[in-house]
Structure formats: C-alpha cells, structure tokens
C-alpha cells in the first residue's frame, strides 16, 4: 500500500492522522484561494469560448461516476438538437497539446476514460493537458455545446454551467480539505454550483438524484452482447481497475453472480498477466479498452447504464441559455 493509499483511509470520519495533517490542509486551502483570486482579478487568463462549456466535476478526490453521466448526457443532449463535444485531461495518458481521441484510441497514450468515451457516444472527445486548449480543439468540429469531464477546478476553462456530483456514500468524507480530507475546494463551493447530483441514495433537496445499473455484456473478441442472466450457474471472475472496485462486484452480486474479484488500482494499465486464465471474465468497460489487444473469447465487458432525469436537462439548458460563461467566483 503506497503512502497515499495509507493516507485515503484516514478521509472518511477524522482521525488522529487526519488531524495531524490539517496545518498542510491550511496550506493548500491557502493556495487554492490565492490561484482562484487570480483568476478573478485578471492576472491569470481565463479562455473563453463562443459555445457554451458545461463542466461535470466533483469536490473529492476520486470517481463519482462522473464518465457513465458524461456519456449519458451527451446522448441526451443529441436527442435534443445539440451537437456535443466532450473535453478530458486525460489521466495517466501521454498527450500533451490537445489531441482528438479516435473511437479505436491507444488507451496509454489518451487514458481510458477518453477512448471509452469516444468509442461509446460517438461524438468528437479531445484531450488536452488543459481543458481549455481542448475545448479550442473541438470549436473545428461543429460542436455546439461542450461537456468537460472533471475539470470544475481548471479556472483557466469558463463556462456556462456547472454540474456537480457527489456520491451517496463516501459523501464530502471527513470535510477537510487535502490532504487530511478528500475536498479540492471547501464543501461551500456546493452553494454555487448550479446543478447538485447526488450519485445513489434519495437526493437532498435542490439536488437531483442519478442511479447506475449494470446493461449488457459485450464480448470482447466476437462482439456478441448477451445479459448477465447468461452468466448464471457459470464459474465467473471478475476485474475491475476503478475508484471503489467494490462497487463492480457487488453490482454483479446483485445480478445472482457468483464471481472471483481481482481488484486492482484505478487506471491500472492491464496486461495479459492480469487477467484469470481457464474461466469466464467480466470487466467494466473502463478497463476493457486497455484489454482489447491481448483479449480472448472469455473476456466480457459491463456496460454502466446511468439514468438522468428529463427535468435535469430541462434546467441546464435553461441555465446555459441564459447566462453568458462565467469564470469561477462570478
């Protein structure tokens, strides 16, 4: 277990450790206040774009399921007229200057979550390592309204809505901020946000709730798609290289699965070592795009179904066409 990982476990109730670390806490609240102050005043460039840009972030470190609504949020913005695009950093990829991300995409040179989403929607997804150069990318694609995964804190980026996602369970954790806490930015950054998620659970109110399900099995070799009902009375295993992989299996579980776990870090960089021989294996589709190349016909994907409610896309586009972009403390 890496320091980091030692250091995770103390962020859901304060401990001693937590405690401790509170004075560096200070420090990069500090920090955190200073770099914002700067980009209200002026003195760092905020990009701005003739489209509107609609962030989808979190205040925690860590997945909320930011990627599976991003997905879904574009597909229904498409059903309504809209033309999306959608921007990423790119984690654990090697792209610097912005980049179009192709449906067939090296998972290590654009990072998972790119690929999946360019090989899922359908629509143009570039990566930069700063959003904004990302979202200059896609202005030569037709788009007419972007979608940022993550990126609530690239003040560099303004936008014209916000929408952020905070999970049921893990919550805002023990509420400090980094790194005796999991907060990038104090938990009243929720007060001026203008769309409030709540991942699982019964929403608070002025929050709208979102639940994820687990669809179809896809093979990763043939093609086929099948339910998970097919995989009953099977001897099954199962990898999941995401924030919380506990989160995957017991999905399954529910399903009536009966699975071996390989748990592994999130973004880990699969190779053909990694995956249980002699049985069948289901993976998140996340992790699938790094499995391709060494894949045989017992590896399955699960897709993430992530159900969003028609009154909240109803309040973002009135939100955005309201409102001219905004720089963050606006």
């Avoid at 489209?51 to 949020?73: A, D, E, R, S, Y």
């Avoid at 045989?296 to 309201?322: F, H, K």
Wanted: charged fraction near 25%; proline fraction near 6%.
């Amino acid at each position: 277990m890496t320091l980091a990982e030692r250091i995770q476990q103390h962020w859901r109730t304060p401990t001693a450790v937590s405690l401790a670390l509170t004075p560096l806490s200070l420090v990069y609240g500090l920090v955190t206040k200073l770099r914002k102050a700067a980009y209200i005043s002026g003195l760092l460039k905020t990009y701005r774009f003739d489209i509107p840009v609609v962030v989808v972030g979190n205040l925690t470190v860590g997945g909320t399921g930011k990627t599976p609504f991003v997905m879904t949020l574009a597909e229904q913005l498409k059903t309504r007229g809209w033309h999306p695009g959608i921007v990423s950093r790119g984690y654990r990829g090697t792209v610097r200057e912005a980049e179009l991300v192709p449906a067939d995409g090296d998972a290590g040179h654009f990072g998972d979550e790119p690929v999946l989403v360019a090989r899922k929607t359908g629509v143009p997804v570039a990566v930069a390592r700063r959003r904004a150069h990302a979202v200059e990318a896609l202005l030569k694609e037709s788009v007419d309204i972007v979608i940022s995964d993550d990126g609530l804190q690239h003040y560099a980026m303004a936008r014209s809505a916000e929408i952020v996602m905070v999970d049921e369970i893990e919550g805002l954790g023990n509420g400090f901020l980094l790194p005796a806490g999991p907060l990038r930015e104090p938990a009243a950054r929720l007060d001026s946000v203008d769309i409030r998620v709540r991942r699982g659970g019964k929403a608070n109110p002025g929050e709208y709730s979102v639940r994820s399900a687990l669809g179809l099995a896809c093979n990763l070799v043939t093609g086929e798609e099948v339910p998970l009902d097919e995989f009953r009375d099977q001897s099954l295993a199962a990898l999941a290289g995401i924030h919380r992989p506990e989160r995957f299996f017991r999905l399954l579980k529910k399903h009536g699965l009966t699975v071996r776990e390989y748990p592994f870090p999130d973004h880990h960089q699969f190779c053909a070592d990694d995956v249980p021989a002699e049985t069948a294996v289901l993976m998140t589709e996340k992790d699938a795009v790094k499995c391709g190349r060494f894949a045989t016909d017992r590896c399955w994907s699960v897709a993430q179904v992530t159900e969003i409610p028609e009154a909240l896309i109803d309040e973002l586009e009135n939100v955005i066409r309201q409102r001219p972009q905004i720089s963050i403390g606006s």
